[in-house]
Nanobody
Framework: QIQLTESGGGLVQPGGSLRLSCSAS????????TGWYRQLPGKEQRELVA????????KYRDSLEGRFTISRDAAKSTVYLQMNNLKPEDTAVYYC?????????WGQGIQVTISS
């Protein structure tokens, strides 16, 4: 089993920055890709924000690349999402997600609110 714990969310003014963390525990050696997704207010679907593979290959939602950066610290089994120049439309619940040979795991989600 894999457990994910997200942290780093909160309220920030437009133009500000936040860094989200996703710490994994359990059978982390089986994780081959970790991603951040978000669920915008009033939307049912979660949308992809960014992913990073075990080998460090990164992928971003086109509209977010340049403002968001995904990275990982393998020694800490933690994946980060650095979010810069935040906009009100980035307000969402952000979820961490992993895929491994035992399936898909989701974190509990963390609220990010951009407001003045």
């Amino acid at each position: 089993q894999i457990q994910l714990t997200e942290s780093g969310g909160g309220l920030v003014q437009p133009g500000g920055s936040l860094r989200l963390s996703c710490s994994a525990s359990g059978t982390v050696s089986n994780i081959y890709i970790t991603g951040w997704y978000r669920q915008l207010p009033g939307k049912e679907q979660r949308e992809l924000v960014a992913t990073i593979t075990r080998l460090g290959a990164k992928k971003y939602r086109d509209s977010l690349e340049g403002r968001f950066t995904i990275s990982r610290d393998a020694a800490k089994s933690t994946v980060y999402l650095q979010m810069n120049n935040l906009k009100p439309e980035d307000t969402a619940v952000y979820y961490c997600n992993t895929n491994s040979n035992i399936g898909t795991t989701w974190g509990q989600g963390i609220q990010v609110t951009i407001s003045s």
